[in-house]
């Protein structure tokens, strides 16, 4: 088959490659400006496609190229993280349409970092979905899913993995079904949850909130994003945090929240509203996490803000 890859990040990068391994023809590639957290931007996606000499577009607006583009006579495009509604003229230059990969449970997971949301949410599984796009957000009907199991335990990170390791392969399953698996209209009686984007600055830590919300703050905003933050004593002293934990202590206590109360060979415990957090990696700004961790806990008056 004949394949347009249209968007962005190192998985889709990933699926290309596979679905060429797999003897498929690519027939294109179009990204845009990466996001500051992606491990691939625009200048990997030009290097693959010189590599491979086939014609690339750096563009958001896709839509502008859709005379070269479809003389290219690609058969059907993979997508992930494409930056906006690609407009129906463009859509219906495919036969076989575009199928985007989306990190969220179609219809009930629109929009954009759902997988972030959904610990955020506290939900108990993340939805791979595999769906043709249409001029609405999220909304066609879907070919295939794959369902990844969550918990408390559960930091972004490794959902990132497990999208890494399954959405190629799960492409390539689908260019294996597409035209003889019927697509499956989106449920309309399911109640949509739209997600929005978040951004560094929402990721900062109220330790007035119990220990359950706290900890989800810090699985969402892991690596590879930039942490959960906070300050230190009302300063201007960032410290991000990326790995952390409940401590059950066998006394009770009186504490402020956000209060370092002891620590646990160089971790640091912090009192929240409801118990305490032992923080298992952080990082301040010119130091080592090892010196992170003896600065915080050095005081027992230092307080995380």
């Given at each position: 088959?004949?394949?347009?890859?249209?968007?962005?990040?190192?998985?889709?990068?990933?699926?290309?490659?596979?679905?060429?391994?797999?003897?498929?023809?690519?027939?294109?590639?179009?990204?845009?400006?990466?996001?500051?957290?992606?491990?691939?931007?625009?200048?990997?996606?030009?290097?693959?496609?010189?590599?491979?000499?086939?014609?690339?577009?750096?563009?958001?607006?896709?839509?502008?190229?859709?005379?070269?583009?479809?003389?290219?006579?690609?058969?059907?495009?993979?997508?992930?993280?494409?930056?906006?509604?690609i407009?129906?003229?463009?859509?219906?230059?495919?036969p076989?349409?575009?199928?985007?990969?989306?990190?969220?449970?179609?219809?009930?997971?629109k929009?954009?970092?759902?997988?972030?949301?959904?610990?955020?949410?506290?939900?108990?599984?993340?939805?791979?979905?595999?769906?043709?796009?249409?001029?609405?957000?999220?909304?066609?009907?879907?070919?295939?899913?794959?369902?990844?199991?969550?918990?408390?335990?559960?930091?972004?990170?490794?959902?990132?993995?497990?999208?890494?390791?399954?959405?190629?392969?799960?492409?390539?399953?689908?260019?294996?079904l597409?035209?003889?698996?019927?697509?499956?209209e989106?449920?309309?009686?399911?109640?949509?949850?739209?997600?929005?984007?978040?951004?560094?600055?929402?990721?900062?830590?109220?330790?007035?909130?119990?220990n359950?919300?706290?900890?989800?703050?810090?699985?969402?905003?892991?690596?590879?994003?930039?942490?959960?933050?906070?300050?230190?004593?009302?300063?201007?002293?960032?410290?991000?945090?990326?790995?952390?934990?409940?401590?059950?202590?066998?006394?009770?206590?009186?504490?402020?929240?956000?209060?370092?109360?002891?620590?646990?060979?160089?971790?640091?415990?912090?009192?929240?509203?409801n118990?305490?957090?032992?923080?298992?990696?952080?990082?301040?700004?010119?130091?080592?996490?090892?010196?992170?961790?003896?600065?915080?806990?050095?005081?027992?008056?230092?307080?995380?803000?």
């Amino acid at each position: 088959m004949r394949i347009g890859i249209i968007g962005r990040t190192g998985i889709l990068l990933k699926s290309a490659e596979a679905l060429r391994e797999a003897g498929h023809e690519l027939a294109f590639i179009a990204t845009c400006k990466a996001e500051l957290f992606y491990d691939k931007n625009d200048v990997d996606f030009q290097n693959y496609a010189s590599r491979l000499n086939i014609p690339f577009f750096n563009t958001l607006d896709l839509e502008s190229q859709i005379d070269s583009i479809s003389a290219l006579k690609a058969d059907i495009c993979i997508s992930i993280n494409w930056l906006k509604i690609i407009d129906k003229s463009f859509l219906s230059i495919f036969p076989l349409g575009i199928l985007n990969a989306h990190a969220g449970d179609l219809p009930r997971y629109k929009g954009n970092a759902a997988a972030n949301w959904a610990i955020l949410n506290f939900e108990q599984e993340v939805v791979l979905t595999i769906h043709k796009m249409v001029e609405e957000l999220d909304s066609g009907p879907y070919l295939l899913k794959e369902y990844f199991k969550i918990d408390d335990k559960t930091y972004i990170g490794d959902i990132y993995a497990w999208l890494e390791s399954s959405v190629p392969n799960i492409f390539i399953n689908a260019m294996d079904l597409v035209g003889f698996k019927e697509f499956i209209e989106q449920d309309k009686t399911i109640k949509t949850l739209r997600t929005y984007p978040r951004n560094p600055d929402d990721s900062r830590i109220n330790w007035s909130w119990d220990n359950k919300s706290i900890l989800a703050m810090i699985r969402a905003s892991s690596h590879p994003f930039n942490g959960a933050f906070c300050f230190l004593n009302g300063t201007d002293t960032k410290i991000n945090i990326f790995k952390a934990s409940e401590f059950n202590a066998d006394f009770d206590f009186c504490a402020v929240p956000g209060q370092v109360c002891f620590k646990v060979g160089e971790l640091p415990v912090i009192a929240s509203r409801n118990g305490f957090i032992i923080i298992e990696e952080c990082l301040i700004s010119d130091f080592s996490v090892s010196e992170s961790m003896k600065y915080i806990a050095k005081s027992l008056r230092n307080r995380l803000t």
